[in-house]
T-cell receptor
Framework: DAGVTQSPTHLIKTRGQQVTLRCSPK?????VSWYQQALGQGPQFIFQ???????QRGNFPDRFSGHQFPNYSSELNVNALLLGDSALYLCASSLKGSGQETQYFGPGTRLLVL | GNSVTQMEGPVTLSEEAFLTINCTYTATGYPSLFWYVQYPGEGLQLLLKATKADDKGSNKGFEATYRKETTSFHLEKGSVQVSDSAVYFCALLGGGSQGNLIFGKGTKLSVKP
């Protein structure tokens, strides 16, 4: 049973560029959430996708956008990168309506903005 | 709003010592509570969870009890090993339509042989 997968594992970009990160959920899951984890901090919620729509959003600017595909996989896009966007980006999947909605995390994508 | 407060680290213990990492929360409604563990250079792994008051989550020798009266979910292990060295995060998932996990800042545990 495949767990949550993310690609790429590492990425280096320069300020002002755009980046796309990808996530495939755990088999049987239909909901994908994205988190940003700065060095030495706990993860911060970016947004959650279900049924191909953004259902909930954290306190992140519009430069952060996403998409969910019919196969439940998801992308996180960040435009106009800032140095402060350097972080570990974590994807988590869950099953909506399961009563507990436990989130399982992927290994993350480490983004460095120079 | 909902929040999680964890004891600050780092925590350094000798192998076979008893571990407690304190976690308290503020939440409306009936949240679910979680402990996640992060090994160096990796993502988060679910360690244990509890979904209602007085539930005890357990896994790999770790335990935590959901205490509504003290709004706490302290993590304990009777005898730690070097392989338990990692960062531990307490988190809550709000009830109802709230789908986002709220994390504490994490507690780094180092276990010395």
């Amino acid at each position: 049973d495949a767990g949550v997968t993310q690609s790429p594992t590492h990425l280096i970009k320069t300020r002002g560029q755009q980046v796309t990160l990808r996530c495939s959920p755990k088999s049987g899951h239909d909901t994908v959430s994205w988190y940003q984890q700065a060095l030495g901090q706990g993860p911060q919620f970016i947004f959650q996708y279900y049924e191909e729509e953004e259902r909930q959003r954290g306190n992140f600017p519009d430069r952060f956008s996403g998409h969910q595909f019919p196969n439940y996989s998801s992308e996180l896009n960040v435009n106009a990168l800032l140095l402060g966007d350097s972080a570990l980006y974590l994807c988590a999947s869950s099953l909506k309506g399961s009563g507990q909605e436990t989130q399982y995390f992927g290994p993350g994508t480490r983004l460095l903005v120079l | 709003g909902n929040s999680v407060t964890q004891m600050e680290g780092p925590v350094t213990l000798s192998e076979e010592a008893f571990l407690t990492i304190n976690c308290t929360y503020t939440a409306t409604g009936y949240p679910s509570l979680f402990w996640y563990v992060q090994y160096p250079g990796e993502g988060l792994q679910l360690l244990l969870k509890a979904t209602k008051a007085d539930d005890k989550g357990s896994n790999k020798g770790f335990e935590a009890t959901y205490r509504k009266e003290t709004t706490s979910f302290h993590l304990e292990k009777g005898s730690v090993q070097v392989s338990d060295s990692a960062v531990y995060f307490c988190a809550l998932l709000g009830g109802g339509s709230q789908g986002n996990l709220i994390f504490g800042k994490g507690t780094k545990l180092s276990v010395k042989p």
